[in-house]
Structure formats: structure tokens, C-alpha cells
């Protein structure tokens, strides 16, 4: 099915884990991609496999973000959807007070710069449009040592509720995805630090994260995928303002 035909999406962080795994279903899908990165050669490399247009970008930069969705809408035409993904993770670290800033600088006021910008070059007419950004279930729960991590994450979800009731009368829908524990680099490294923490091992961590989630498993980069391409389908076409929780019953408030 190609529900996605002839729509172009802007995809960030598009070249690793759930952000690879989003390409790969909206391209089967039929979108036409855009891909933006910081890690160029990662994110060539993906587009290549996918015959997407790919474009470093440092979304910290707004200028960069400026630049590169107004060179994706000039290539491709106007953009029907952004999936918000890039970002960085990781917990607090001693000796280093700028952290705290370099975390909520690229996953909070990065996604807005680059929000702002596909709303400019969004595609005109009546057919909803999308912007999806790819939260953590860090925003709903605490974790000692992650405030950073988790105040740039929960931030989203306010950014979300707010440009979900602006710009509804323009047909743009806003969502958010809430991932728990998902099998990528990023989880794993987490891990390794929860290892350190427990003083045992990677299977130990593992064990002890699974202890939490119901259905005692880690998540797949396709299923957050699967989110995002129904967010992005006519079947969520009331859905807005929405935080989606995809965590294997981890949080469930």
C-alpha cells in the first residue's frame, strides 16, 4: 500500500535507528523524502538505499534549518509533513554546566527551529497536514540524573499541545510519540550506563530495565515507525495535540 504517494516528508535524523527505520516505511509507503542529519555520511548512505535527497543539517543552527528546508521544499516541492526525530541523549554529566543547555538546545529549541521552518514551505490546500516529533517516555516519568534529558523531552509535549491548537486552522495536525525502551544505539549505551550504575553487567541492566515494562521486551525502530505512518495516514485524521505513549505499558497515566 502507498498511502503516501506523491507527499514529500522531512524526516531529521533520518540517517540511524528510529529515524532510519521512519524512512524506510514512508518511502514504501510511496513519500518522496527528505532526510537531514548532522552525520552526513551515515545519512548519505541511507538516502542512497532509499532514493531520498539527504542534506546535512546541525538543528541547533536555525540558520542551517532555514536553509535546508527551504532547499528541500525548492527540490522536491512544498513539504506535507515533518517527522521531528533528531536529537541527543544521555545523563547529566559532573564538571559540565553547559549539559543542561546543549540537551534542551538541540531536542527542544531544535525541533521548534525546524518546525517553524516546514510550516513555511508546508503544501497549500484543504488535505491535513503533519508534524510529528519523537519524544521520550523521559517526558512523563523521572529518572535521577537525566534532567536534562528528561526537561527537553517533556518540553515537547508542551510545544506540541501549543502549535497543535495554533495552527489547526490551517489543517496541520501536531503530534507527539513517546518511545520507552527501543532497540538502538542510543538505548543500548543508556544500558551500558545502567550498567555502571548497578555494578553487573549489559544483560543485568537489561534485565533490571525490563523489570519495569509490562510486556517485558524492548521496542523495535519499525514500530515507532508504524506510529508515525498511521499519525500520518487519513485514519488519524481527528488526531491532534496528542502525546502517543509507546512503551510497552511502562507508563500508563
Known amino acids: 500500500m502507498r498511502r503516501f504517494e ?10 540511524v535507528g528510529i529515524g532510519k527505520a521512519i524512512a524506510e516505511r514512508l518511502a514504501a509507503e510511496g513519500a518522496r523524502l527528505t532526510l537531514l542529519a548532522r552525520d552526513s555520511e551515515r545519512l548519505k ?3 542512497i538505499e532509499l ?23 525548492s527540490a522536491y516541492g512544498p513539504i506535507h509533513a515533518l517527522v521531528a526525530n533528531s536529537g541527543i541523549g544521555g545523563p547529566n554529566e559532573e564538571g559540565r554546566a553547559d549539559r543542561f543547555d546543549d ?23 484543504p488535505e491535513p497536514r503533519h508534524v510529528v516529533v519523537v519524544s521520550s517516555i523521559l517526558a512523563r ?13 517533556a518540553g ?10 495554533e495552527l489547526a486552522p490551517q489543517h496541520i495536525q501536531v503530534n507527539a510519540i513517546c518511545p520507552g525502551w527501543v532497540n538502538t544505539e542510543m538505548a543500548w549505551e543508556g544500558l551500558d550506563g545502567l550498567a555502571e550504575a548497578i555494578g553487573g553487567s549489559r544483560d543485568d541492566a537489561f534485565r533490571e530495565a525490563m523489570r519495569n515494562v509490562p510486556l517485558g521486551r524492548m521496542g523495535e525502530p519499525e514500530d515507532v515507525a508504524g506510529t508515525v505512518a498511521w499519525l ?17 505499558g511502562a507508563w500508563t497515566g
Open 232 to 248: 500520518l495516514s487519513s485514519d488519524a485524521r481527528g488526531v491532534t495535540g496528542q502525546a502517543i505513549d509507546q512503551n510497552g
Open 6 to 15: 506523491g507527499r514529500h516528508v522531512v524526516v531529521t535524523g533520518g540517517g
Open 51 to 73: 532514493g531520498a535527497r539527504a542534506a546535512a543539517c546541525d538543528i541547533r543552527d536555525r540558520a542551517q534549518v532555514d536553509e535546508a528546508f527551504a532547499a528541500a521544499a
Open 103 to 125: 540537551l534542551v538546545h538541540t531536542n527542544l529549541i531544535g525541533t521548534y527551529s525546524c518546525a517553524r521552518a516546514a510550516v513555511r514551505h508546508l503544501a497549500e490546500g
Open 156 to 165: 515537547l509535549l508542551g510545544l506540541v499541545r501549543s502549535l497543535a491548537a
Open 141 to 153: 516519568i523521572a529518572v535521577p540524573g537525566y534532567t536534562g534529558y528528561s526537561a527537553s523531552k
Open 45 to 47: 548512505r541511507v538516502a
